[in-house]
Each structure stands twice: as C-alpha cells, then as structure tokens.
C-alpha cells in the first residue's frame, strides 16, 4: 500500500453508548464465504467482512454530537486523546447504502463513490468478534478478481497486514474488530482516528486536499504484504517489513515520513513486482494475456526454504488456462517471481534504496507469515501521488524509457482525485471465490495460458518454435514471440511455451 485512504464522517440519526461502542446502528457483518484447502479438498468457511473504524461514524457516547466532523475533531469531547477514547464511540455501518459496500455468496464489490462517502476498507472477518488470521508461510492464497469497471488513478487492493486479531480490543478499545479496529500497515499512516485505544488528536492537520481526512502525530505501523495492488491497467504484489513485529505505534523519525523516508521502522517502498515495470507491457490489461475486461483468478504461493520464505510466485487462471507470470525484460533482472536475489536485482537496475534488505527482506516477511496477518480489501484513490507509482510514470517527471519508470500506461494526469472522484465516481472492483491452503491446492486449469489450447500433461513445447534443449535460457524467461529480440534456448528440463503471438516462454517440462 502506498499512500493511505479517503474516509468519511457521518451526522445523522438519534442517542447512545474508546472507543466506546455506539447503538444507533446494529452493527451487522456482511457474509462472505471463503474456503480453506489441502490437497484432498476445500471446506467452506463463514466468514464475513468487517468495515474498518476511521469510516464509521464517531460520536459522543451520551448524545448523537459528532466526535469528528469532515476532517477535524470536536474540541470540547476531544481535547486530549484519552478523554477522546472516553467520551466517544463508534457506530454500526449502513454497508451497501452509506458505503457501497455488497457481498453476494462469496464475493464482495466495492464501489468507488457512494453518496458522500469515498473509497472504503474491509477485513476479513472469522467470526464476529475476531479478524480470520492468515499463515501462509508456505501456503497459497488465491482469488478472483474483476477490474474491468476500475480505470485509471484507482486501486482495488487485497492485502495482509499484521493487525492484532481482536483489532486491539482493551479497557481503553472497546469496540475491537467487530468494529473494525487495530489497523496498521507499512506506510505507518498517521489519519488513524485511534490507534492502541487512543484518540490521535495531538497536532491533527486537517487534509488540504481530502475533505473527511487529516493526520495526527501518532502513525501505525507493521509488516504488510499486498498481494493485489491494480486496476485494469496495471498490477503489483509486493511484500513491505518492518524492524517491529506486529501493530506498532510511531512518533517522529520512527515513523518514516518525508525525508526520514529510509530512516523509520518500515519499508515503505517494498520489493514490487509489476510486469509492466518490469518490461512486460503486453502482459496484463485490457485484451492482453491476463485480460482485465473479465474475471481472473490471482494465485500468489509464499514457498518456504527450511522454514524461511524464499519465495513469492505468482499464477493466473484465466478461461481454464494457468498462465505463468511473466519474466522480467529489464537488463540485469531475471525471473517471473519475488525473491531476495530478484529484489536486490531491481533495486539496482532501477537505482532505487533497498529498504527491503534492511529491513530484512523476504525472511522477515516470512516471520510475519507464519504469525498470522488479517485479510484487508480496498478501494481507494491516493491524495498523495496520484497512483502514478502504480499505473503511470513515477515519477512523474522521469522519462519513460528510463528503467523501473513506467509502470503503466495511465497518463501522468490520470489519478488527480478530484478528477478520478468526479469523472469515475461509479468505479468498482469485485473480489471473490476467496481460498487458502497448501500449495497448489486452491486452483486448476491447464498448464498454459494465453489462447493456447495444450493441456498440462503436454510433456513437449508442441505450440513454441522448434528450440534444441539444453539452452541457457532459465525457466519462465521468455524465449520467443514477435518482437523478441533476445536468443538462446530454454535450459533442459524445461520447454519453450508459446502463449501467444508475442510471448513464448520456458515452462517446466
Ligand atoms: C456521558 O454520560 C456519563 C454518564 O452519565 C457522564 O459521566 C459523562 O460525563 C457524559 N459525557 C459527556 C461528554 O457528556
Ligand atoms: C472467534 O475466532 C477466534 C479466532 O479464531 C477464536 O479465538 C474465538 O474463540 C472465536 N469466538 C467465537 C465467539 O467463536
Ligand atoms: C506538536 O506540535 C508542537 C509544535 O509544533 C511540537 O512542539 C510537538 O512536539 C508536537 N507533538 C507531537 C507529539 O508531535
Ligand atoms: C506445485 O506445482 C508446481 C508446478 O506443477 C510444482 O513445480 C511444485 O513442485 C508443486 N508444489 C507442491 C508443493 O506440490
């Protein structure tokens, strides 16, 4: 997650009761099935979705007075941040008519703009006290995903940050995750009304350009791996760490913000991988071999060495086809798939900081795994770079042929909010058919994408150019397709795959 989120603040409605919790609304979790998978099978499990706490409406426990209006906070109920916690409380959310947010059996959508209210945050939840914790230290995720109603500018995200499961709930918090409390995230975001049980209302600055947002001195801070950042342009999956496990509240440097950017307890900028940043343009968008104008499912397995996580590979199902990530195309990059070796790579060829590293790299997002992270899903639009970091050039001002620039093809005015707020007010995104478990146990589909009809007991490259084996080429680099200028052949054991007229690639034999 790059930057943070918009939010809203209600006033409406009659009398009630740290967040305390408040009674004017029940409060009721959409359901949202998901399943759980080993390779003799999934079983469905009832979960649902929470909405997170900095969009519901905040207001004194005795009367229906907002606590916090638009971006600022009611002075006498809040004058310090315990006070805060006390007098106010939060309340039960109207899902689809005051945040468009809807499930259906085992799919959520979330729309952009509804009403006044922009851009939304859900969490998993297990039951309805508690986030469902994720292990996925040597396990697979997957989802599907429809982005084709999400343009530029805009990100539909499915992450894990490592939030407590109970979201925090003390004598000092009492609504807890039923109430959507206890974020946190790599960016150590500061517009957290709360966080720990109290009010972050020291040095509050009102947004100057999100009118329900602010920041206070006080960010939070953890380990978070996104496993989904896009829109129909442009996709990214990208662990962050942190130097601190768990939710960990920041003040000054500790916090990483402008020029202390390398300085704080986390990675903001993370190890990405965008196969358009990449090099790969024709991989994913509209009509290219993952194609955004329908459904996909998005496969993300965090492989373990000896208990450590050494890997985070990438896998599309689309129309029955697995398609392999795509390889990187940047001079001095190799591979379809995070590791440390491949994020040292980038950081250099792109000449960025290696936060990553130091803070401890894929091992350390390991850790995080095997302790357990909570389930995020967002729409958002982003205040403070346009989301050009995800789908354009970023900067902005770099040239595009300069490596590690283009990350997609938005133009570098697209993701203005006010423009994208206004012109894509009825933008969505759909998550569903979530599922968890042991490696290769959540998907199926034929051993190639991309139009190509061979199926995966295919044991030769039937549909690639003619290539002797033994090349030098590794597996799942690219090995041919109109346009490639590269030579060799794939390395022995593996074979070369066309996927389709422009991409052919080293798939295992
Ligand atoms: C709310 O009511 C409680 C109990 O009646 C009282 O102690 C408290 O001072 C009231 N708070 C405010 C902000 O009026
Ligand atoms: C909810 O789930 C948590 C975590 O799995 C568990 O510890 C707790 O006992 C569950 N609570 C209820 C009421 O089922
Ligand atoms: C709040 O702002 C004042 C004045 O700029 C500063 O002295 C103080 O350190 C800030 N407090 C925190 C907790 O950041
Ligand atoms: C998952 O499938 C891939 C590709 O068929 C295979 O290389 C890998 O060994 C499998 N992993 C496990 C744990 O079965």
């Given at each position: 997650m790059f930057p943070t989120?918009?939010?809203?603040?209600?006033?409406?409605?009659?009398?009630?009761?740290?967040?305390?919790?408040?009674?004017?609304?029940?409060?009721?979790?959409?359901a949202m099935t998901s399943q759980k998978c080993t390779s003799s099978g999934c079983t469905t499990q009832n979960t649902a979705v929470v909405l997170d706490s900095n969009w519901r409406w905040l207001h004194s426990t005795n009367s229906t007075t907002n606590c916090y209006t638009g971006n600022t906070?009611?002075?006498?109920?809040?004058?310090?941040?315990?006070?805060?916690?006390?007098?106010?409380a939060l309340d039960g959310a109207d899902y689809s008519g005051t945040y468009g947010i809807t499930t259906s059996g085992n799919a959520l959508t979330l729309k952009f703009v509804t009403g006044s209210n922009i851009g939304s945050r859900v969490y998993l939840m297990a039951n309805a006290t508690n986030y469902q914790m994720f292990t996925l230290l040597n396990q697979e995720f997957s989802f599907d995903v429809d982005m084709s109603n999400l343009g530029c500018g805009l990100n539909g995200a499915l992450y894990l940050s490592e939030m407590p499961s109970n979201g925090g709930l003390s004598s000092a918090n009492k609504a807890g995750a039923k109430y959507g409390t206890g974020y946190c995230d790599s960016q150590c975001p500061h517009d957290l009304k709360f966080?720990?049980?109290?009010?972050?209302?020291?040095?509050?600055?009102?947004?100057?350009?999100?009118?329900?947002?602010?920041?206070?001195?006080?960010?939070?801070?953890?380990?978070?791996?996104?496993?989904?950042?896009?829109?129909?342009?442009?996709?990214?999956?990208t662990p962050h760490v942190c130097s601190s496990d768990g939710l960990t509240a920041c003040t000054g440097t500790d916090c990483g913000d402008g020029d202390n950017r390398y300085n704080g307890l986390?990675?903001?900028?993370?190890?990405?991988?965008?196969?358009?940043?990449?090099?790969?343009?024709?991989?994913?968008?509209?009509?290219?071999?993952?194609?955004?104008?329908?459904?996909?499912?998005?496969?993300t397995q965090f492989i373990a060495t000896g208990g450590t996580l050494s890997e985070i590979r990438r896998l599309y199902v689309?129309?029955?086809?697995?398609?392999?990530?795509?390889a990187s195309k940047i001079s001095g990059v190799s591979g379809n798939s995070v590791t440390d070796s491949f994020c040292n790579a980038q950081k250099t060829?792109?000449?960025?900081?290696?936060?990553?590293?130091?803070?401890?790299?894929?091992?350390?997002?390991?850790?995080?795994?095997?302790?357990?992270?909570?389930?995020a899903l967002s729409i958002w639009d982003d205040h403070t770079a346009g989301m050009y970091w995800l789908d354009s050039n970023y900067p902005t001002t770099g040239s595009a042929s300069t490596p590690g620039v283009?990350?997609?093809?938005c133009s570098t005015t697209s993701g203005d909010p006010k423009t994208v707020e206004a012109n894509q007010a009825s933008n969505s995104v759909t998550f569903s058919n979530i599922k968890w478990g042991d490696l290769n146990s959540t998907f199926s589909g034929s051993n190639n994408g991309g139009g190509s009809t061979t199926t995966a007991t295919t044991t030769t490259g039937s549909t690639g150019p003619t290539q002797p084996a033994g090349g030098s080429l590794p597996v799942w680099s690219q090995c041919g397709g109109q346009g490639w200028t590269g030579s060799g052949t794939c390395v022995s054991g593996t074979v070369c795959n066309k996927q389709n007229d422009f991409y052919s690639q080293c798939i295992p034999a």
């Open positions: 989120a918009s939010l809203i603040s209600l006033c409406l409605l009659a009398v009630v009761s740290a967040q305390q919790v408040g009674t004017n609304m029940a409060e009721n979790h959409p906070w009611d002075k006498t109920l809040c004058p310090d941040p315990t006070t805060c916690a006390t007098n106010c966080i720990n049980g109290q009010a972050n209302v020291v040095n509050w600055t009102a947004s100057p350009t999100d009118s329900n947002s602010g920041s206070g001195s006080v960010g939070t801070c953890c380990n978070e791996m996104d496993i989904w950042e896009a829109n129909m342009n442009a996709a990214a999956y986390c990675d903001k900028d993370g190890c990405d991988f965008n196969a358009y940043r990449m090099g790969d343009t024709t991989f994913l968008g509209p009509g290219k071999t993952v194609d955004t104008k329908s459904k996909f499912t998005v496969v689309q129309g029955g086809k697995v398609i392999q990530n795509s060829a792109f000449g960025d900081t290696n936060s990553f590293e130091t803070r401890g790299g894929l091992a350390a997002m390991g850790k995080a795994l095997a302790r357990g992270m909570v389930l283009a990350r997609g093809p």
